[in-house]
């Protein structure tokens, strides 16, 4: 394959966003390490990209297969291995983050809400993205009914618009896990539920960048979520409403979607909003509590509550 026409999306990799003394790298797995594509780079004479949003914004595919490329050849990817990588958000610089909501019916049904006639979009900002061992703040002064839900996550690598169903996933850089944490009586206080959707940290995203060609369906991959060790969702991407294909066709109807924008896809029945006990005996998120997001083939996103 020609690397001028290769696109992250090709790339075969599992890719991360680390951080490191001074800010931020772009890390892949190699033989099961994780390796710094933006250190390895320069020590090999070759251009990297300084982080994901690079990678991604800027279509810096060719430079990360021509290093990955030359680390394979050479053998030795020790010099640029990090034993104890800490990641960062999988993106911090995107344009836009958009949600789904409601978008499996099992979802609908426990929470009372009418089965969706188009995926109902929200938007969360650039202060509520998180990072797998990430921890967050609850905002307490102004909620105390705090919630996970566990979703894939697009992540787009083309800019777009007007695109049809089946040519969806080609716009697709790759896929992680996001765990879209809402404050419930916030987002139900009004008929606009974002503002219990924005709070900082709300957005985790990670650890993984699963590129495009390693999920040939992101519409049947199993999903789970732990609160504490006790598994509160178990489900399966197949079971949303509107697939992947149809709420990319869907957004990009609607606005033009840039390369590095991230897209919930929704989550399954599970969440504590949906317990058919009354709300004040609910065992909502508190201090000291933990939440792991897995996802088939995109590994876990694990978040600390404090």
């Known amino acids: 394959m020609d690397n001028t026409a290769l696109n992250v999306g090709q790339l075969n990799l599992k890719l991360a966003n680390l951080r490191v003394s001074g800010g931020l790298a772009l890390g892949a ?3 099961g390490r994780v390796v710094s594509i933006t250190h390895a ?10 982080d994901m949003d690079d990678l991604l914004q800027n279509n810096r595919a060719a430079d990360v297969r021509a290093i990955v490329d030359r680390l394979h050849a050479d053998g030795n990817i020790e010099p640029f291995v990090l034993p104890n990588a800490t990641f960062a958000p999988l993106v911090t610089r995107p344009q836009k983050i958009i949600c789904v909501g409601f978008n499996y019916q099992a979802h609908a049904a426990e929470t009372g809400t009418a089965i969706p006639k188009a995926p109902p979009l929200f938007a969360k900002y650039a202060n509520a993205l ?15 009914e705090f919630d996970y839900e ?3 996550v697009v992540v787009f690598g083309q ?8 040519d969806a996933l080609s716009v697709v850089a790759g896929y992680s896990i996001g765990n879209d944490i809402s404050a419930r009586g916030l987002q139900n206080i009004t008929s606009q539920f974002m503002a219990g959707k924005m709070s900082d940290g709300f957005a985790p995203l990670g650890p993984w960048l699963a590129t495009s060609d390693r999920i040939p369906d992101p519409n049947n991959l199993h999903l789970q979520t732990r609160m504490n060790g006790e598994i509160r969702q178990h489900s399966n991407t197949s079971e949303m409403i509107f697939d992947c294909r149809k709420i990319i066709s869907y957004v990009t109807s609607i606005m033009t979607v840039e390369a590095g924008d991230v897209l ?3 989550t399954p029945p599970g969440v504590i909003w949906g317990q058919k006990i009354p709300r004040e005996e609910r065992q909502w998120i508190k201090s000291g509590d933990r939440v792991v997001s897995s996802i088939e083939g995109l590994d876990e996103l694990i978040i600390d509550f404090r």
């Not at 780079?41 to 300084?50: H, I, K, Q, S």
């Not at 998180?130 to 105390?144: A, I, K, M, Q, Y």
């Not at 800019?159 to 089946?166: A, G, L």
């Open 29 to 31: 797995e190699i033989n």
């Open 159 to 166: 800019r777009c618009r007007n695109v049809s169903e089946s």
């Open 264 to 266: 919930f896809t929704g």
């Open 130 to 144: 998180n990072h797998h061992n990430g921890v967050v703040e609850l905002p307490t002064s102004v909620d105390r």
């Open 41 to 50: 780079g320069p020590a090999l004479f070759l251009p990297a990209p300084v």
């Open 150 to 152: 566990t979703e894939l």
